[in-house]
């Protein structure tokens, strides 16, 4: 083996050097520099985002993503994977100590692809399974018609109660004794409250199915310990790493010991080539920042903020769906306001705000028009923001919303970017040192 010994002090780190590339390509240099400042200039109010550490930044911009290292630690297909294989066992190690879980994939490269991995080892094309409605709150990936999942496999939805607007337990129990699915999921992206992790686990053994949680969305708040954690009822959990959680962005995946070999061979070579090393070291630099008490304290601020700012937006008219949230995130019907989700999205936009138009469950509008937005709090919770400022934002949010527009020259326009500025002047993302 041939090795420089590691390193002096004094060594030179290769990797994140902005003044090389800026020096070899002003173009692309540019483009890192304006996004950073536009994350620096807005509110940033989209559910699934946040800010990852430096720490994480730097471990992916690193050598690492050189590497090929097909295959698990120990048993790659290519030589050369000493220092990799250290990278990937210490992620796998603290991702199974962060989440209690009996078995961790590190490798799939993104919620998306964790999720392949799942149809992959449990159904054959054909196969039934369960899962949330997309409109509902549910996800592509979860049997959409458009997506290789509702192309491929037998989807059958349930929805959330019209009264409620919650989960639909009552349908999910009916459907499942009814079709007899091979998997039944729980998880979704704009689901505002807890889901009965139990109770899905016992639907699953009295028709004999596998219990997948999409995680995707809220597994940062498990790891924070700030909600309860579907891993002691599911039979694999998937999620991504780069939305609460703040890593990188990519996917993982936690299972139960039985499950282990036909996951990690649905990971990998059923559904990917080569894992990306520089990212699954950052994600081990995560799930680290992950186990402090400091990210506790976030978590459990991240939840308190997005309760205030539910609140506060339902004061203004804009109803919160389900009557507010246990998460990070909540989802609002804005048919009370008289504005479209495509008009809202716009007018927070050319005032400094940064949401997405979203479907609320019964939907009278097309997708891509929408009753309603989704706000979270993932990131103005990294900038350190807390309820006091959430009360201010819904307010922001609501002057934007109902008296602005979406041209940025507009008077509304103008005046809440005037708050906004002066909020992240005062709660700055990316921090300059
Ligand atoms: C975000 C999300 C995904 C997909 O993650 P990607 O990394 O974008 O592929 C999957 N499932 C749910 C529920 C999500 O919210």
Redesign the pocket.
């Known amino acids: 083996m041939t090795h420089h010994e590691p390193t002096s002090p004094d060594d030179t780190f290769y990797g994140s050097d902005f003044g090389a590339l800026q020096a070899f390509d002003p173009d692309i240099a540019g483009v890192l520099l304006s996004e950073l400042g536009r994350i620096r200039g807005g509110l940033q109010l989209i559910a699934?985002e946040n800010m990852s550490s430096p720490e994480v930044l730097t471990a992916l911009g690193s050598t690492l993503s050189n590497k090929y290292a097909e295959g698990y630690p120990g048993r790659r297909y290519y030589g050369g994977c000493v220092e990799v294989d250290k990278a990937e066992t210490i992620a796998i190690e603290r991702c199974k100590a962060l989440f209690d879980a009996e078995h961790a994939n590190v490798q799939p490269h993104?919620?998306?692809?964790a999720?392949q991995a799942v149809y992959g080892a449990f159904m054959q094309p054909g196969d039934t399974f369960l899962a949330m409605a997309l409109p509902m709150g549910?996800?592509l990936?979860?049997g959409a018609k458009v997506s290789f999942s509702g192309k491929w496999f037998n989807a059958v939805h349930y929805g959330v109660d019209r009264e409620t607007e919650d989960i639909d337990y009552d349908q999910v129990a009916q459907l499942a004794r009814e079709h007899r699915p091979k998997v039944i999921l729980a998880?979704?992206?704009a689901i505002p409250r807890l889901i009965d992790f139990e109770f899905f686990r016992n639907l699953a053994d009295e028709v004999g199915a596998i219990f997948w949680v999409?995680a995707?969305?809220f597994i940062g708040l498990v790891a924070g310990k700030a909600i309860p954690s579907p891993v002691p009822y599911a039979d694999v959990v998937?999620f991504?790493t780069?939305?609460v959680l703040r890593g990188p962005?990519?996917?993982a995946l936690v299972c139960k010991a039985e499950h282990a070999a036909a996951l990690d061979k649905a990971v990998f070579p059923m559904m990917q080539g080569g894992p990306q090393m520089h990212t699954i070291a950052a994600k081990a630099v995560n799930f680290k920042e992950c186990a402090t008490p400091e990210y506790a304290e976030y978590a459990r601020r991240v939840v308190e903020n997005a309760r205030q700012l539910a609140t506060s937006l339902g004061e203004h008219g804009i109803r919160p769906t389900t009557g507010g949230t246990d998460t990070h995130l909540s989802l609002h019907d804005l048919q009370g306001v008289g504005v479209t989700g495509v008009d809202a999205e716009a007018r927070a936009d050319a005032a400094g705000i940064v949401l997405n138009k979203n479907a609320i469950p019964f939907d009278p509008q097309k997708a891509n028009i929408a009753s309603g937005i989704r706000v979270g709090t993932p990131c103005t919770t990294t900038q350190g923001m807390g309820t006091e400022e959430m009360t201010a934002i819904a307010e922001l949010i609501a002057t934007a919303v109902i008296k602005g527009d979406a041209d940025p020259d507009h008077e509304v326009s103008r005046e809440v970017r005037a708050e906004v500025t002066d909020l992240v002047t005062r709660f700055p993302a990316y921090p300059r040192p």
């Open positions: 699934s993104s919620g998306a692809s999720n549910g996800h990936t979860h998880g979704g992206s999409d995707a969305h998937t991504t780069h939305k962005r990519s996917g």
